[in-house]
């Protein structure tokens, strides 16, 4: 895919996130947004306000987005994982966006816990049964596979 079919959007707190977003983008000369969630704000009060919004399952507020989805072929989507649960920010911006998603792609990166549950739910706040791909970015190193297809997700 051409560079602009292509827009990687990230949400990153601790920077991590980030990282792995950078480096896809790059790879797939992608175009980034960052998603901004100023209710969640940085620094060790952020990190309480992400995971109280990720126990309490609330979607904060976002900034309004640069970019539209729908002028794109893919979206791919990053998120960290807070308690289990991916971002709430990403969530936001998910459902914020649902109706304007062309094929989606998922990356989460976390401590080491099981993402399924998290894909799970970043397909179902973007209303979409299957998706093209997942990715998890884990202490240990990455992996991911290739959904196209599976109906599943």
Known sequence: MASQEILLVSYSLGGHTEAAARAIAGRLGAAREAIAAPAIGRGLAGVVRALWSALRRTRP???????????????????PIWAGRPATPALSYLATHAAALPAVAFVLTH???????????????????????????????????????????
């Open 111 to 153: 401590g080491g816990s099981d993402p399924t549950r998290a894909f799970e739910m970043l397909a179902a706040a973007a209303k979409v049964e299957d998706f093209v791909a997942e990715l998890t970015a884990a202490a240990g190193g990455a992996r991911g596979a290739n959904r196209e297809g599976s109906g599943s997700g």
């Open 61 to 79: 507020p976002l900034a309004p987005a640069r970019h539209d989805p729908a002028s794109y072929s893919l979206v791919v989507v990053a998120a």
